[in-house]
């Protein structure tokens, strides 16, 4: 694993933490005061900046150390977490987010605006406690005894500096100087498990200042009674640095969690001192001057025996005892392993109780799906051709390969399961940008989301941030009134946007409802006869008004605002949501608010479609569009001007678009009756009828790309391979609708250019 | 003292990592009831947990009323024992002391 691996898989967590520090935030703005809530929050913090701290981003690790800070406080119970304090913390996190993202991706931040949050953090962290425990970081002079930078050696242990002048008449004054923290630190088996070693933590103690150290072995039980996996030795460490207790718990970063840590100042610990502290100082350069420590006795002789005595001893026993050392090591060797693997498989089970995940690199998943998709076209031939050649219809054959099909469908069903993930994370990203734009505008807004666990296919999550944050503008800033005009209308002063996601009949249905002024209707109208997008005396129903918002370079704000009306709006959205296969509509009512209302497919890679026959040509036409379907009579078949035709359908006329025409699969216009009739809802809100010769049934096809395999064909959407192994494309009914209104179509598509 | 018939010898293996740790518990156990040296000249790399079973092991002996001694030392092993600050010298002293 490379570093870029590793960065990534940091920057991957960091979303992670990012998010679950919003729920953190929320929670505790909603009045939640549980101390895990603001743990989690805490850690979540702590945890960005122990990574960025690994791969030294230094302006993240400032940042999240105030902001650690200023949570710390909270934590501590130092601080009250207000609504006035957690607006900070919630603008904290955007900006943390923000600078994820700018490490991550290059880019810069507002660098004023995190200024003046680090102010302000600071400001709270500072404002209401006394300097006692602010003081972290003293701006006093350099220790008398400077600490060394003492190189690595070979063996990747470091020196740990120590004086023995500090023993000495010279500590008092040194004291003053840098403070020196006791610390406790008691690790769990955790930590070894997970791979931590708590003598590479305290190397790494070492590193910041000059400790002395004493490591408690009470609590080591007799050899018979301990697990060689467990955890019994802690340590009183006294450490004198200058980089606090800050620097001392960076140090634990990524153990804190699985040890019990306490660090408290010298001063502090030695009121309450009872234990026997024995610090066994040393430095390296003591090993080949022993003389020099006197009293220190060389570590680990028994009671008598001199070390020269130890080695002939071993070197004798090990002669005679080595035969007999291998063969109980033999012995040993199996129970060993076998002891290991148990333990292993405790660990893996307690893990498994935890709700396990793994991290999967996303094109592994596309390739599972793909395979899949090739699996189950695969089986289709396989049972088309069986039947083909089954004469007597009853076959076992058709029994198993019956079988073959559901199973097929199970694996697929599983596989595009691990691609759906819950739409939180974008739900998540929305909250933020209602805060900002409230901010902007001045309003005042409680985003109230319902739904969040609702699973979405992936891709569909990535595309579907755009078009929701521009929604979510559109209804905080046109459609929420300001405050005053709320309070006149007799409505909470507060507005509220509502964003929900639930499952309905196969498909995602995500909503965004706000309790603002609704649309008004006579300025749409207005502006869209102002745009020549209708005509003055068009008689539009409420419903079409209200569709006209979808229209390119549709804004109805007085004056082009920062956040929206800057030509790309409701279009762009419309146009996204049904790139996805999705639909939009919009339900409004005035004084009461507007919904819009998305409905998506699940998933981009499985599509129940409609197969028809055009021309001698198979189509599939995504079911979704569909309303109904219906063989017109001749009677119902109206000519209008020189080409176009109607089909009046109970008692409303509805346009007839030919689609063997359209895609210039044949010449002429072919006969209607001859055909069938498939009523689709097209952009707009209006109907279109789109003529096929036949519909030859329903299908779930695997979608395979045009444009990655071949080229974008107009009219067309994607293709799919069918049972027969014949490819089969499938039909943009909305591009096939917009090609029969020809010149309107280019139209539109110069103005929203 | 050399040459004694209870007298046993456990050389240390090269690395004393977390796996390494139950297979000198094992052995460990599998030596008790003689005296017996500890040979640490061969030791690389010392994790805590194998030096928390040698601890237990020093006390396991006291308790037997045998000697637990840790020979040659190499110096990765002895600045492993400096550094999470664990003195074998005090832990089997404090034991007779009890």
């Known amino acids: 694993m490379d570093m870029n691996e590793i960065r990534e898989i940091f920057f991957q967590e960091c979303e992670e933490q990012l998010a679950e520090l919003e729920t953190g935030l929320l929670k505790l703005n909603d009045g939640d005061r549980d101390p895990e809530t603001v743990n989690a929050v805490f850690r979540a913090v702590h945890s960005i900046k122990g990574g960025a701290g690994a791969f030294a981003l230094d302006d993240l690790v400032a940042f999240a150390h105030v902001f650690e800070t200023t949570l710390d406080c909270v934590r501590s119970g130092k601080l009250e977490p207000s609504q006035d304090v957690l607006k900070v913390m919630l603008k904290s996190a955007d900006v943390l987010a923000d600078l994820t993202n700018a490490a991550r991706d290059g880019g810069t931040v507002d660098e004023s605006r995190s200024r003046a949050l680090v102010k302000e953090l600071e400001a709270l962290a500072n404002g209401e406690q006394p300097a006692a425990h602010a003081a972290p970081e003293p701006v006093a002079a350099k220790p008398a005894v400077a600490a060394a930078p003492a190189p690595t050696d070979s063996s990747g242990f470091q020196p740990i500096p120590f004086s023995f002048d500090d023993f000495g008449g010279e500590e008092e004054e040194v004291l003053m100087v840098a403070p020196t923290y006791t610390v406790t630190f008691k690790p769990r088996a955790e930590l070894f498990s997970k791979g931590n070693e708590a003598a590479l933590l305290l190397r790494d103690l070492s590193r910041i200042g000059e400790m002395s150290i004493h490591c408690h072995t009470g609590d080591v039980p007799t050899l018979d009674r301990m697990d060689p996996e467990g955890s019994y030795l802690s340590w009183t460490i006294s450490i004198k640095t200058e980089k606090g207790e800050e620097g001392i718990r960076s140090v634990f970063e990524f153990a804190e969690w699985d040890c019990e840590l306490d660090i408290k100042l010298a001063e502090e610990a030695e009121a309450d001192d009872e234990r026997p502290m024995i610090p066994v100082p040393f430095d390296l350069s003591l090993l080949e001057d022993e003389p020099a420590i006197g009293d220190e006795p060389h570590v680990g002789m028994h009671v008598e025996p001199v070390v020269a005595a130890a080695v002939a001893a071993a070197e004798t026993a090990t002669g005679v005892m080595q035969a007999a050392a291998a063969a109980s090591a033999r012995a040993e060797k199996k129970e060993a392993p076998a002891a290991s693997a148990a333990a292993q498989a405790n660990a893996a089970n307690a893990a498994n109780a935890a709700g396990q995940t793994i991290r999967v690199d996303l094109d592994r998943v596309d390739r599972l799906i793909n395979l899949v998709g090739e699996l189950v076209i695969n089986q289709a031939m396989l049972s088309q051709s069986v039947i083909e050649n089954d004469n007597n219809g009853t076959s076992s054959i058709n029994m198993g390969l019956e079988e073959l099909q559901q199973l097929t469908r199970e694996i697929q069903d599983s596989v595009m399961a691990i691609r759906a993930q819950p739409v939180k994370p974008v739900f998540q990203r929305m909250a933020r940008t209602v805060r900002e734009i409230a901010d902007i505008t001045g309003k005042s807004v409680r985003l109230i989301t319902e739904g969040e666990n609702t699973e979405v296919d992936k891709t569909v999550i990535d595309k579907l941030a755009e078009p929701l944050t521009h929604m979510i503008r559109n209804a905080v800033d046109h459609g929420l009134e300001m405050p005053e005009k709320r309070i006149a209308a007799g409505k909470n002063p507060e507005g509220t946007v509502r964003l929900t996601a639930k499952h309905r009949s196969g498909r995602i249905v995500i909503e965004l409802t706000d309790d603002g002024a609704g649309i008004n209707r006579e300025k749409v109208r207005q502006k869209a006869i102002d745009n020549d997008l209708i005509t003055a005396d068009a008689n539009l129903s409420d419903e079409e008004i209200d569709n006209l918002i979808f229209h390119a370079g549709f804004s109805t704000a007085d004056k082009v605002s920062d956040l929206s009306g800057r030509g790309v709006g409701m279009d762009v959205v419309k146009r996204s949501i049904q790139a996805l296969g999705g639909r939009i509509s919009i339900q409004s009512k005035p004084g009461q608010g507007s919904t819009f209302s998305m409905s998506l497919p699940l998933t981009l890679a499985v599509l129940d479609g409609m197969v028809v026959t055009v021309a001698g040509q198979t189509l599939v036409v995504p079911l979704t569009a569909i309303v109904e379907t219906l063989q017109p009579e001749a009677a119902a078949i109206h000519s209008f001007g020189a080409t176009q035709r109607l089909i009046s359908i109970r008692n409303s006329f509805c346009p007839l678009v030919d689609v063997g025409r359209i895609l210039n699969f044949r010449a002429q216009q072919a006969n209607p009756v001859e055909g069938v009739a498939l009523l689709v809802e097209s952009e707009g809100g209006g109907q279109r009828a789109l003529m096929v010769d036949a519909i030859q049934g329903q299908r779930q096809v695997v979608i395979k790309s045009l444009e990655a395999n071949y080229m974008h064909v107009p009219g067309i959407a994607a293709a799919t391979i069918l049972g027969d192994g014949r490819v089969a494309l499938i039909l943009d009914v909305d591009a096939v609708v917009g090609a029969s209104r020809g010149q309107s179509l280019r139209q539109e598509m110069s103005l929203a250019s | ?98």
């Open chain 2, 1 to 98: 003292m050399a040459g004694k018939k209870s007298e046993q010898s456990l050389k240390l293996a090269a690395v004393l990592d977390l796996n390494a740790a139950s297979v000198l518990h094992g052995k460990l156990q599998s030596l008790r009831g003689s005296d017996i040296t500890v040979d640490a000249s061969a030791v690389e790399r010392c994790g805590t947990q194998c030096v928390q079973v040698l601890v237990a092991g020093a006390k396991a002996w006291e308790a037997d009323k045998k000697t637990f001694t840790i020979g040659p030392m190499s110096g990765a092993f002895e600045q492993t024992m400096q550094l999470i600050g664990v003195n074998f010298e005090q832990i089997l002293s404090k034991e007779i002391a009890q």
